[in-house]
């Protein structure tokens, strides 16, 4: 079996917010595999599509099931691959994940099966970024009593845990923006009152996780972290920039509450001194920008090798949604699932052919060949961009 093609899809959501970036592998045995590129929200996506098609040629005749010798191709004869940046590590990323599609579906097994087996029939999720609601889209909870109609209403679905960024938007819908040095003393009161009005709403029982999206530096991340502790907080998610090792380190020896990042950490270089200096307790590899399947699966080991636990970052198409399930079925160290709010949307779930939504807090794991998941035809047919690449 060879490569023969690849075709990269720009896919059409209706907003310029939400541009999921998929790659099939094609094979001459009729064959193919569905990987994407994480990089759909906000700016980036037209460069995951480009550089996809221009990474591509590299692949075609080589062995599909080779998918170490494919990744080490284009990591080290891409010149940039090296770097580990979003834009190549998610273009990367794309094709390995299909690669591993085209394994299963070749060999008549889930991809799970691949990656050693499942420890776990069910995997416990999360509903995430409740401060843009809990309906059938994104919206926005910018009022606390608007937070606590969203969490409450994750909680009588069945999820016994849920994710909110605090300090996302102002009461009257503006964005709170970037907290750098001492958090001024009404935002400090904001978020006490947010977070308070959502523990009491929810109960004792639900496991919080809180979301900062790096908008802390080392300062404001510390303080933060002093005013949400008496809450019994799961952990705290992206406290600051992971560009800077020692901020995290920082604020790790300043807090009881765990650390989580890694959605914006790539490559398994990139890791390794997180995990060596235990600044990360809870790692989340997103497998559309890490290195797919292959890397997340090896940062998923080491993660294993200092007691690190693993939530993959999983904010994508079905795709996407669908690779994480069955790393996450297949790993020890498993943490919790992450649902995003975004795969709740129609928009989102017409991009694939199934629809793999959580049962009382919980997802089942894929039991199709490969990924159990594809785009469907409406939205390849729909795609804002196609090409495909031969050679």
């Not at 599509?49 to 080490?72: C, N, R, S, W």
């Not at 750098?180 to 009152?193: A, F, H, S, T």
């Not at 406290?239 to 300043?254: G, H, M, N, S, Y």
């Not at 920008?289 to 904010?315: L, N, R, W």
């Amino acid at each position: 079996m060879v490569i023969t093609s690849v075709d990269v899809y720009l896919l059409d959501c209706g907003t310029t917010s939400w541009r999921p970036i998929v790659c099939r592998v094609n094979t001459d045995e009729g064959i193919s595999g569905f990987g994407e590129a994480s990089i759909g929200f906000d700016s980036g996506a037209p460069a995951a599509y480009a550089m996809i098609k221009d990474i591509a040629p590299l692949i075609i005749g080589m062995d599909p099931m080779a998918h170490e010798v494919v990744f080490d191709k284009l990591f080290c004869q891409t010149f940039w691959g090296q770097t580990a940046g979003v834009v190549v590590m998610g273009a990367i990323s794309a094709i390995d994940t299909a690669l591993w599609d085209i394994k299963g579906k070749a060999l008549g097994v889930p991809l799970y099966q691949l990656l050693g087996g499942k420890f776990r029939e069910g995997l416990r999720c999360y509903a995430s970024q409740l401060q843009f609601g809990w309906g059938y889209g994104m919206g926005r909870a910018a009022k606390t009593e608007e937070l606590v109609e969203a969490s409450v209403k994750a909680v009588e679905e069945g999820f016994d845990a849920i994710k909110i960024n605090f300090i996302t938007f102002t009461p009257d819908g503006g964005r709170v923006g970037f907290l750098r040095g001492p958090i001024p003393y009404d935002i400090q009161k904001l978020i006490v009152e947010r977070l308070e009005a959502v523990r009491k709403a929810v109960g004792e029982r639900v496991d919080i996780i809180v979301e900062n999206h790096a908008r802390t530096d080392a300062v404001s991340a510390v303080e933060m972290c002093r005013l949400i502790e008496p809450y019994r907080i799961m952990y705290i998610e992206e406290v600051a920039t992971p560009l800077c090792l020692q901020t995290f380190k920082t604020i790790r020896q300043k807090t009881n509450i765990p650390l989580a990042g890694g959605e914006r950490i790539f490559s398994r270089q990139n890791y390794i001194n997180y995990f060596k200096e235990d600044a990360i307790q809870i790692v989340q590899p997103d497998i559309g920008t890490c290195g797919g399947i292959s890397e997340a699966k090896k940062i998923s080991d080491m993660a294993h090798g200092f007691d690190t636990g693993v939530q993959i970052h999983v904010c994508g198409s079905p795709i996407s949604i669908a690779a994480s399930l069955h790393l996450e079925a297949s790993i020890p160290n498993f943490v919790i699932h992450e649902h995003h709010v975004i795969n709740r949307s129609k928009m989102n779930i017409d991009l694939g052919t199934h629809d793999y939504q959580p049962v009382d807090g919980y997802c089942a794991v894929p039991e199709l060949p490969g990924l159990g998941q594809e785009l469907s035809e409406q939205a390849m047919a729909g795609a804002l961009a196609h090409e495909c690449v031969t050679a």
